[in-house]
Nanobody, 119 residues
Framework: QVQLVESGGGLVQPGGSLRLSCAAS????????MGWYRQAPGKQRELVAT???????TYADSVKGRFTISRDDFKNTLNLRMNSLKPEDTAVYYCNALTPIGLPVDAYWGQGTQVTVSS
């Protein structure tokens, strides 16, 4: 069973940058699609970005052009580079694997990492 631990969150001013990391305790080499989700206070969790094992990426419209997702299957890590951050990016960010039908794997949810964008 894979365990996922997110890190790299913090408080940043609008326009700033952060790099989130997700460390997997097991191998993610066989997981085709990995993704980053976020949940803002009072809102449902949303999918922010995905990356396949062959490097194809997708992004939510709200982060397109500002966020970059990447993975390193040899180091079992998933990353999210976030630039030009906005207050509406404030949320707890989670990484997870996606099933073949595009749903997150419930057993893999970690504690997440808090990102707060505020002046």
């Amino acid at each position: 069973q894979v365990q996922l631990v997110e890190s790299g969150g913090g408080l940043v001013q609008p326009g700033g940058s952060l790099r989130l990391s997700c460390a997997a305790s097991g191998s993610i080499f066989s997981i085709n699609v990995m993704g980053w989700y976020r949940q803002a206070p009072g809102k449902q969790r949303e999918l922010v970005a995905t990356v396949t094992s062959d490097g194809k990426t997708t992004y939510a419209d709200s982060v397109k052009g500002r966020f970059t997702i990447s993975r390193d299957d040899f180091k079992n890590t998933l990353n999210l580079r976030m630039n030009s951050l906005k207050p509406e990016d404030t949320a707890v960010y989670y990484c997870n694997a996606l099933t073949p039908i595009g749903l997150p794997v419930d057993a893999y949810w970690g504690q997440g990492t808090q990102v707060t964008v505020s002046s």
